[in-house]
């Protein structure tokens, strides 16, 4: 089916018709239309208009006025104040046009794909390999998860990237342990927890740090299994390969606790890109972006500079021969831009590297890798802080492990909805299930609800809240709806264009059409915040049109099927809106 045109298009071009009628030398100019508390919408381009044209805003705007083809969409159209124009559309637009999107037959409510779709390779949940992840890798695995959503959703071809840590110094301390206590990442009763195998990784690296910092001889053995391990040694790569292969079983337990998926094909770590770091740097240093600088290759900036006035390189190859994070970060663009065919590589990353994301993507840029037709775009995201406005730490001042954090919800939520099942309605599963949704969403939803790039507070209390900006709520008003349309029995959902709406139902409808226009925007900003935010109004319009528009109990039988309507396409736009954060929306609670 073919997408539906919102009603803030249909009159914007009405508007757009009638100024260049009026104003021919304007040509297609852009009416500036909004939403207004003072009508349905409201055009302020006029202004702007008339004094380019040296005329009287007001006459211009009753010009337009005049020209302007209203036919079923627009009611009523005004002059207001100096030449704005008040724009009010018909109760028949509003539930005609919600019908056009409730028959869309792919599911989509009528919102449209991108004309001109390109490739997005998206770095996201980058957990380190033998260490335990935190709730420092949260945001970054949420926010991408939510952003890859949105832009599969709008027609983009997406391919996913999880850059995992999984190559580096520690490697030769924890093989060389492993080679000398050869069964101690054995399986004995067969497949293990995520738990298990972190359990397993934790006794493994703290034993062999003991080892590395108390004996001398360890510790020169573990660094000649470095040597090894760069070098490619069969044996020494394939006991790396184990402790690549435990974590996984950790990092998909913990992937699969947040309901994200990840395919094993699109994890390429650090390690992914060894082969092509030599030829990188070869191909810097005869373009003449990287230079020698005390035997290291290095790229200077000038606005990149030390506390002591001096240039800040970005060190692409260390004197002593060895490879730093920006070789393999540039190594993974060459990868997405040439062999993905890459138009546009976004980074979900701490707000903290952006100093070296600037940098490595302005040598990209001066290697000619990038430029205006690919892009690489860093979305930076802040810290999670406790109550107290500081770090996000446990009581003992240690990291908070994220298993533990996401437990912790699930439990509080699964209070939560025992506590609201009064008559006892669901199952100890059915609660135990719905625990683990309400909970998990409560966390994705704390994150999502923010702008990447601030702070947030980590506030479980908060968030398992069915009052105020909660998923919770937004859950809860999808639940509620079902049980409606339960209630309702053989009376199906039906539009009647030909009612007059009451105010709760038109601010309902209006916004309701305002979803393709946000996902678009979202999508387009890479910022799943207007998109929650939008879903929080959405669940709060709902809540007034359900205390003030009896739905079962309204006044005739096509009043009933019309309200039963608006329940329906509200739920369905709910349940699409969650469905692009990753969060469920449970048909009881």
Known sequence: MASVTSLTASVHQRLADALSAALPEA???????????????????????????KANPRELATQVVARVESGSVIKDIEVSGPGFLNVTVTDAAITGNLAERDADTEGRLGVPRAEHPGTTVIDYAQPNVAKEMHV???????IGDAVVRMLEFTGESVVRRHHIGDWGTQFGMLIQYLIEHPHELDHEGGEVSGEEAMSNLNRLYKASRALFESDEEFKTRARRRVVDLQAGEPETLALWQRFVDESKIYFYSVFDKLDMEIQDADVVGESGYNDMLDETCRLLEESGVAVRSEGALCVFFDDVKGPDGNPVPLIVKKSDGGYGYAATDLSAIRDRVFNLKASTLIYVVDARQSLHFKMVFETARRAGWLNDDVKAHQLAFGT???????????????????????????????????????????????????????????????????SANRDYKFDLDQMVSLNGDTSVYLQYAYARIQSIIRKAGDVAPVAHPELELAPAERELGLHVDRFAETIAEAAAEYAPHKLAAYLYQLASLYTAFYDKCPVLKADTPAQVENRLFYCAVTARTLHQGMDLLGIRTPERL
């Open 384 to 450: 999670v802080l406790g109550k107290d406005g500081k770090p996000f730490k446990t009581r003992e001042g240690e990291t908070v492990r994220l298993v533990d954090l996401l437990d912790e919800a699930i439990e509080r939520a699964t209070a939560v909805v025992r506590e609201k099942d009064t008559l006892g309605q669901l199952s100890e599963e059915d609660i135990a299930e719905r625990g683990t949704q309400v909970g998990i969403g409560a966390v994705k939803y704390a994150d999502l609800s923010t």
């Open 136 to 142: 420092g890798h949260l945001r970054s695995a949420v």
């Open 27 to 53: 040509g297609s100019a852009d009416p500036l239309l909004r939403r207004s508390d003072r009508a349905d919408f409201q055009a302020n381009g006029i202004l702007a208009l008339a004094k380019k044209a």
